[in-house]
């Protein structure tokens, strides 16, 4: 169980020191750097504990008690602005750390003024001076491990949107991989309510220690992070998820009916929206996005946006996507002798997975089944 302590506690600093390290620092990568400290200091002090160091040196007692409390915030924060252009924390980003402080402030008292002896009759329970104040805080990791990666993930929604408002490919702006971050945040808070609802108000003994459970998916975590960082480089190298043009977001309809659009002029831009997919075919540009085509019409993003979500009812991507599924049909059914992947890349499609999630979305079957029930395709 030691090497398992030992190499969550190295892996959180060496993956730290790699993003301190980079060139082209993000605000994310910053953040994501304390956060990987911060679990190796919560690591290698509950192993310390674990080799019994809190009976020699008692008066570090209590000194990590309120490092539960970080772990919520630094996920939602990296999250937040993995998807903003911000170059440092916003004044109101502070607050999220305020349970936190808080805590280590309450506990000043116990820190400097209780004496080794003291302090070892706290944390067994023989004294009771903290026992409410331990059960607050427990019921404080249990809300903050489990609120914060649901506002993370409210985010993260947000975002895909964003993205299928403006990108026609997003495979390349992909967060699958923090979306996993968020599931298992929550499911390591998850573990440590239902263990201790069990052990405390079930009376369920456990044949061994549980704690052992929550730190070894602590180092899971840590392990999955170095294993992203690795296949998915835009954890740790500084992506263009936000180019120098503005993002476009969509609205509700009682939205666009505000916006001014006059109704001759939103069929005007319509028809020539049409007309442009069929002529000039822009889909087959495997990078384009809302502003490449509101500038090839000549016409505004925000105005381009509003006639696809109210004419055609979907947004920006699977417009665009929409089309290159046809054209991929009619290229596979004309020439049989490339292979479907080729006839994707060819309709605009710039990655398999996306291809495939797309067309199975839009026909409900996979494409090499469709093709292959088509009338004329051999089978």
Not at 21 to 32: A, E, Y
Not at 134 to 155: E, M, Q, V, W
Not at 223 to 242: E, K, N, P, Y
Request: proline share 4%.
């Amino acid at each position: 169980m030691n090497a398992v302590f030992i190499i969550g506690i190295f892996l959180s600093f060496f993956l730290s020191f790699l993003l301190v390290s980079k060139k082209q620092k993000r605000l994310p990568d910053i953040i994501l750097a304390i956060w990987l400290v911060i679990i190796a200091v919560h690591l290698a002090n509950y192993f310390l504990y674990s080799l019994d160091y809190w009976s020699k040196h008692p008066h570090l007692i209590g000194v990590t008690a309120p490092i539960p409390l970080l772990h919520g915030p630094m996920l939602y924060l990296y999250t937040l602005h993995s998807l903003r252009q911000d170059r440092s924390l916003r004044r109101k980003d502070y607050l999220h750390f305020l349970p936190a402080v808080a805590t280590w402030i309450y506990m000043i008292p116990f820190y400097f003024f209780y004496s080794t002896e003291e302090k070892v009759l706290v944390d067994t329970g023989q004294v009771e001076d903290f026992a409410v104040f331990y059960i607050i805080l427990f019921i404080a990791f249990i809300l903050s491990g489990l609120t914060y990666p649901i506002l993370a993930f409210k985010r993260l929604i947000a975002h895909k949107q964003l993205v299928e408002d403006n990108f026609s490919n997003d495979s390349r702006i992909s967060l699958e991989w923090l979306k996993y971050w968020i599931y298992a945040i929550g499911l390591l808070y998850l573990t440590v309510a239902a263990i201790s609802m069990l052990q405390d108000g079930l009376g369920v003994e456990f044949p061994f220690n549980t704690d052992y459970i929550v730190y070894i998916l602590l180092v899971l975590f840590v392990i999955c992070m170095g294993f992203f960082g690795i296949r998915h480089q835009d954890v740790f190298i500084a992506d263009s998820l936000h180019g120098s043009v503005p993002l476009v977001q969509s609205k509700s309809p009682v939205e666009y009916r505000k916006s001014g659009l006059k109704l001759e002029v939103a069929e005007n831009i319509h028809e020539k929206l049409q007309s442009v997919m069929l002529t000039m075919k822009p889909y087959l540009n495997s990078k384009l996005t809302l502003n490449d085509l509101a500038s090839d019409m000549d016409v505004s993003p925000n105005h381009l946006s509003q006639i696809i979500n109210q004419y055609e009812n979907v947004n920006f991507h699977d417009f665009v996507n929409r089309y290159r599924v046809e054209a991929f049909i009619q290229k596979a059914a004309a020439n049989q002798v490339y292979s479907i992947l080729a006839h994707a890349y060819d309709a605009g499609f710039n990655s398999k997975s996306t291809f495939n999630s797309v067309f199975k979305k839009l026909k409900g079957s996979t494409p090499s089944r469709y093709m292959s029930d088509l009338p004329n395709s051999t089978k």
